[in-house]
């Protein structure tokens, strides 16, 4: 039998390290990996939920769609990131304050 | 201990580690190496966990289809030949205050919440889990899955047009 809290520590360590990487890194694709991870945890979460009240496949149907709006986002994110680089030729977030003026 | 649960706590032990070294890693493209780590290790425990299509999906759309749409956008934000980027880091104190007072919450919450608890986990009564989850997505989850479509085409469609948009300056 699969001990379910370790799977709920191993989705807190790893929700942890994906708000780690988006706060202090500077660099923006870094960022988008850290809201992946972040996605990633709460995927681990719902199948860990989903094995222990096993009698229907709820937990893994919402994280099929938690998959398919993570690559929506990494899609438009890593577009936009893409463009800000042609505009300004960097990728640092904190850098890009055009606005703040 | 039995093969399974080698394998659960050898894919339970790489997945936190990958996901730690990535908070570490000075490099972009270290750091979606060790992201694909992290994936592969939570596909492998989604197969024990009784989840095998969540697992696949994990590995052919994240490992297959996320990691290189990055892979793309680090070599694209990349100077041709230039010495590869080290990323630095900002917020530290605050970032580390943040995510580990965090992780302690969650943590205690955990173990106060299952710690005492009887976690056996309850047998699947399908064995046949990818026909559940399809007769499911064609029946019950008919109009998220229809929505989660549109959601893709519109993605697609946004992202083109944002990446291939031309400025008006140039």
Redo the contacts between chains.
């Keep these: ?10 989705g ?10 988006v ?5 923006a ?2 960022v ?3 809201i ?2 972040m996605l ?1 945890a709460a ?2 979460n719902l ?2 939920f ?6 229907n ?1 709820d937990g ?2 919402f ?3 938690v ?10 994110g ?6 800000v ?3 300004y030729q960097r ?2 977030p ?1 850098q890009i304050d055009e606005l703040k003026d | 201990m039995t093969i399974y649960s080698f394998l659960f706590y050898f894919f339970e032990v790489s997945a936190a580690v990958a996901a730690i070294a990535m908070v570490f890693s000075r490099h972009v493209f270290y750091a979606a190496l060790f992201f694909l780590v992290c994936l592969l290790c939570v596909a492998g425990l989604y197969v024990l966990a009784w989840a095998e299509f969540v697992a696949v999906t994990q590995i052919l759309i994240y490992a297959g289809g996320v990691l290189v749409l990055i892979l793309f956008g680090i070599m694209l934000t990349a100077k041709m030949g230039a010495k590869p980027l080290r990323v630095g880091h900002g917020n530290v104190v605050s970032g580390a205050l943040i995510s580990i007072s965090f992780f302690s919450l969650i943590a205690y919450y955990i173990y106060a919440q299952f710690s005492n608890a009887t976690t056996s986990g309850s047998v699947l009564n399908s064995s046949n889990t990818v026909e559940t989850i399809g007769l499911s997505l064609m029946t019950s989850y008919m109009l998220p899955f229809e929505i989660a479509g549109i959601l893709l085409l519109i993605a697609l469609i946004g992202a083109a047009v944002i990446a291939s948009h031309k400025s008006k300056s140039a």
Excluded at chain 1, 12 to 20: K, P
Excluded at chain 1, 23 to 27: A, E
Aim: proline share 1%; charged share 10%.
């Design positions: 039998m699969l001990p379910v809290t370790h799977l709920l520590y191993l807190a360590i790893v929700f942890a390290a994906g708000l780690m990487m706060i202090t890194k500077r660099n694709i870094m988008l990996l850290g992946e991870l990633n995927n681990i199948v860990a989903n094995y222990q009240h096993a009698h496949l893994q149907l994280s099929l769609f998959i398919i709006v993570a690559v929506c986002e990494t899609a438009v890593l577009a936009i990131v893409l463009r680089y042609q505009e990728v640092v904190d």
